[in-house]
Nanobody, 115 residues
Framework: VQLVESGGGLVQPGGSLRLSCAASGFTFSSYAMSWYRQTPGKERELVAHITQTGISTNYAGSVKGRFTISRDNAENTVYLQMNSLKPEDTAVYYC?????????WGQGTQVTVSS
């Protein structure tokens, strides 16, 4: 299983970014996917979750209405569209999945929201 995130960067408050996570090594369409984030000294926080077909999604309260998780099962990719970004969204963002009871993580992508 390999997960590779991309799309992070520096953005001003109120701006937008779209993160991507390219998955390989497993049957992507059969597994739910999640985005997490982590800042130094804090535990990793679940940001968004999407089911195998994409019909059902869930969000942390702090991002609900601003972030949208989606997936393209033909491209084996999960996305996180982040709008109205705030300085407190600054973190390393990770995509994750659980395949046959084993959790997998990407290497993370840094998102910095600052003027």
């Amino acid at each position: 299983v390999q997960l590779v995130e991309s799309g992070g960067g520096l953005v001003q408050p109120g701006g937008s970014l779209r993160l991507s996570c390219a998955a390989s090594g497993f049957t992507f369409s059969s597994y739910a996917m999640s985005w997490y984030r982590q800042t130094p000294g804090k535990e990793r926080e679940l940001v968004a979750h999407i089911t195998q077909t994409g019909i059902s999604t869930n969000y942390a309260g702090s991002v609900k209405g601003r972030f949208t998780i989606s997936r393209d099962n033909a491209e084996n990719t999960v996305y996180l569209q982040m709008n109205s970004l705030k300085p407190e969204d600054t973190a390393v963002y990770y995509c994750s999945t659980v395949v046959r009871a084993t959790g997998y993580w990407g290497q993370g992508t840094q998102v910095t929201v600052s003027s």
